[in-house]
């Protein structure tokens, strides 16, 4: 079967650097994508990764290793309003998003 | 503002009722899709639809069907709502269906089936 491990749950402190990873085993491999989602709100993009390797973008880099099933993602300067899920999502060999159950990361001043 | 609007924000329905919910995006993307999305579960795929008068059946489509007349609109309809349909549902679009075509979502319809 398809699967996308992430943690539930993280703690992290205004400033600092945190790394979200991911691990997937799925059909297929087309790209890898990071959303934001916010309580309530809807999922937002934040990146995609389909070679090897850090991409980067702003206070956020996304990483992938294809050969490892891995990926995380780091945030870095964290500011309160990063206080979300992130979920990654793989897609497959049919171009269809299989999704983390997402990691909610709460950020303490 | 171009984006993707969902109707009813949110619902409550006697099970057994029919139910349609409306998604409608204005950003002329030929891919749409819906899902579902549980506590402690990933997003899941309904239905999808690849571009206007195509449908695709997803992960969960028990239950669910799907219409796509034109580019604009993807109406989600449950003919007769139970329990565990209890979810929220956000409609999304992708320019195409392609390894790199992000998936933009709508605000998401929060429907509770009693």
């Known amino acids: 079967g398809q699967n996308i491990d992430q943690p539930t749950e993280m703690t992290a402190t205004e400033g600092a650097i945190v790394q979200i990873n991911c691990t997937y085993q799925t059909s297929g491999f087309n790209g890898l994508f990071w959303y934001q989602q916010h309580a309530g709100e809807a999922p937002t993009f934040l990146s995609y990764?389909?070679l090897d390797g850090l991409e980067e973008k702003g206070r956020f880099s996304s990483f992938l290793s294809r050969s490892k099933g891995y990926s995380y993602l780091l945030l870095k300067e964290l500011q309160m309003k990063d206080s979300a899920s992130y979920l990654c999502?793989?897609?497959?060999?049919?171009?269809?998003?299989?999704w983390g159950a997402g990691t909610k990361l709460i950020i303490k001043p | 503002i171009a984006g993707i609007t969902q109707a009813p924000t949110s619902q409550i329905l006697a099970a057994g009722r029919r139910m349609t919910l409306r998604c409608t995006q204005d950003m002329r993307h030929n891919a749409m899709y819906w899902y579902r999305q549980d506590l402690g579960l990933g997003l899941r795929l309904i239905h999808y639809?690849?571009?206007?008068?195509?449908?695709g059946k997803g992960e969960v489509p028990d239950g669910y069907s799907v219409s796509r007349a034109n580019t604009d609109d993807f109406p989600l309809t449950l003919a007769s709502a139970v329990p565990s349909q209890t979810s929220v549902y956000f409609c999304a679009s992708s320019e195409a269906s392609g390894d790199t075509d992000t998936q933009y979502f709508g605000p998401g319809t929060r429907l509770t089936v009693l």
């Open positions: 639809s690849n571009t206007a008068g195509t449908t």
């Open positions: 999502a793989v897609k497959d060999s049919n171009y269809q998003l299989i």
């Open positions: 990764n389909v």
